[in-house]
């Protein structure tokens, strides 16, 4: 093949060999020229990426010690008062007390409650109260009101144990 490639060169003018040689140069220097500007565009985004991605990781990392520190501290005992006694104390404590309709105690450990119209974010905020004083939530249907960011609530809540 190559003695081929020689024999078509060397038939070729000088004229058409050094055209040839000209183009091939060029068509070099376009392919050089392409894969530096797709590199270069490349690099960018990498860099872009990388920057991203480093703050994730520190992110993570930060989110590992926190998780690390949540694990090693005491867990709260639960509070022994009467269940009850403690929602509505909690109920009173984020003041969404006068949206609470109804308070039904099924044993020691478990109550309903049901909300008229309260704040979905005042709703979610007395969720996470009650979560620190041991008391879960364990069934709960929620419903839009017409009004913006108002919902109607029924709950069941269990002590933790």
């Known amino acids: 093949m190559r003695a081929q490639l020689r024999k078509q060169w060397e ?8 055209v040839i040689a000209i183009l091939a140069a060029l068509l070099g220097i376009a392919l050089y020229w392409w894969l530096v500007q797709s590199g270069g565009d490349t690099r960018t985004k990498l860099r872009a990426s990388v920057t ?10 930060q989110q590992a010690v926190e998780l690390e520190r949540l694990r090693a501290a005491p867990v709260t005992p639960a509070s022994q008062s009467d269940l009850r006694t403690l929602v509505e104390a ?12 109804k308070i039904d105690t099924r044993d020691a450990n478990q109550v309903v409650v049901v909300f008229g119209a309260v704040a979905f974010a005042d709703w979610l905020n007395w969720i996470a109260s009650l979560k620190a004083q041991q008391v879960r939530l364990d069934t709960c249907k929620i419903e839009a009101l017409s009004t913006p960011g108002m919902i109607g609530v029924t709950a069941t809540l269990l002590r933790a144990k």
Request: hydrophobic share 40%; aromatic share 0%.
């Open 11 to 18: 038939s070729r003018a000088p004229r058409e060999r050094t």
């Open 52 to 61: 991203k991605l480093h703050a994730q990781a520190t992110r993570l990392e």
């Open 90 to 101: 909690q109920a009173g404590a984020a003041g969404i007390s006068q949206a609470l309709v």
